[in-house]
């Protein structure tokens, strides 16, 4: 059964910082994706990792992954208040999507 | 990326009734769709697959007889949850892809609450 691990799943971040959400997962896979959840709505797709060394920014987002250490990060450059929202990371297989628990996300002046 | 939409958006019920929500894939022809169930402050919990013209696979521990799914066509996906208790209540999440795409579109969900 493949597993997806987040850490950390609640982060407190100050408006300018950087920081880091990690997932890790089980099983081998070339295919991992983030989301974003804002409260009450669905999922918002922010990046598909399809290879090794797979590397995506987008604005002040960053994701990467790493199918050897079975690793994706997704790194947050100068913290702003509209990037407050839950960060999933998901794995796929068959098609089917494994989720991690979530990053709860609170940006503070 | 795909649109997806997903009605009702919100919908309350009492319990002992049934509920059925829709899932349509359009712009393009979905020929697999995924249920998922979302409870508060949770992640998302895959329920069923399934392909158009075929009965849904179901992850273990969902009543296939609670959670009846059909996907009559390449566009449209219905979950009807049975007799609905209480603990049914959950943002129930619709996503379509197909073979030639490497990634599930997702539909904006449905709150359900049964009293």
């Known amino acids: 059964e493949l597993k997806v691990e987040q850490n950390p799943l609640f982060l407190s971040m100050q408006e300018g910082k950087n920081y880091t959400i990690y997932c890790n997962y089980s099983?081998?896979?070339?295919?991992l994706y983030w989301y974003r959840q804002d409260p009450g709505k669905s999922l918002e797709s922010l990046f598909v990792?399809?290879?090794?060394?797979a590397v995506k920014q987008e604005g002040r987002l960053m994701a990467s992954l790493d199918t050897k250490a079975r690793l994706s990060t997704l790194h947050i450059t100068a913290a702003v208040h509209d990037l407050s929202a839950t960060y999933f990371c998901?794995?796929?297989?068959?098609?089917?999507?494994?989720f991690g628990a979530g990053t709860t996300v609170t940006v503070r002046a | 990326g795909a649109v997806v939409s997903q009605h009702p958006s919100r919908v309350i019920c009492k319990s002992g009734t049934s509920v059925k929500i829709e899932c349509r894939s359009l712009?393009?022809?979905?020929?697999?769709m995924f249920w998922y169930r979302q409870f508060p402050k949770q992640s998302l919990m895959l329920m069923a697959t399934?392909?158009?013209?075929?009965?849904?696979?179901?992850e273990q521990g969902v009543e296939k007889d609670k959670f009846l799914i059909n996907h009559a066509s390449l566009t449209l996906s219905t979950l009807t949850v049975t007799s609905a208790h209480p603990e049914d209540s959950s943002f129930y999440i619709c996503?379509?892809?197909?073979?030639?795409?490497?990634?599930?579109?997702f539909g904006p969900g449905t709150r359900l609450t049964v009293l």
């Open positions: 996503s379509v892809t197909a073979s030639s795409y490497n990634e599930q579109f």
């Open positions: 099983t081998t896979s070339d295919r």
């Open positions: 990792l399809l290879s090794n060394g």
């Open positions: 998901a794995v796929g297989g068959d098609y089917k999507l494994s």
């Open positions: 712009d393009f022809q979905a020929t697999t």
């Open positions: 399934s392909n158009e013209g075929s009965k849904a696979t179901y």
